[in-house]
């Protein structure tokens, strides 16, 4: 059974930076994708960015439209954990944040594509 931790959640004025980990724990974790959603009051989760098993590097990553260029998502496969580097916050980008685990082979941006869910950690950009 895999389990899932955030943290590293905050509040933050626009501009600001904030960077999100996940520990994760459990066998299988290294053969899953590991992902982050986020989720406003009343609206679906959102795809933020994934990065594929077996490798840490940005080449593996993938990350939506709406944050690239502002987020990168990393992953320490020997510390099961995945980060999420926040630049250049927007009000826009406050939510919960959650992380994921699932396989490989499944739409990375379908939340229905993961089977494990953290509990979530908020994040709010206000001035």
């Known amino acids: 059974q895999v389990q899932l931790v955030e943290s590293g959640g905050g509040s933050v004025q626009p501009g600001d930076s904030l960077r999100l980990s996940c520990q994760g724990s459990?066998?299988?974790?290294?053969?899953?994708?590991m992902a982050w959603f986020r989720q406003t009051p009343g609206k679906e989760r959102e795809f933020v960015a994934r990065?594929?098993?077996?490798?840490?590097?940005?080449?593996?990553?993938i990350h939506a439209a709406s944050v690239k260029g502002r987020f990168t998502v990393s992953r320490d496969n020997a510390q099961n954990t995945l980060h999420l580097q926040m630049n250049s916050l927007k009000a826009e980008d406050t939510a919960a944040y959650y992380c994921?685990?699932?396989?490989?082979?499944?739409?990375?941006?379908?939340?229905?594509?993961?089977?494990?869910w953290g509990q979530g950690t908020q994040v709010t950009v206000s001035s």
């Open positions: 994921a685990a699932g396989s490989a082979g499944k739409p990375h941006d379908l939340s229905t594509s993961y089977d494990y």
């Open positions: 459990g066998n299988g974790l290294s053969v899953l994708s």
């Open positions: 990065v594929r098993p077996g490798s840490s590097t940005t080449n593996y990553a």
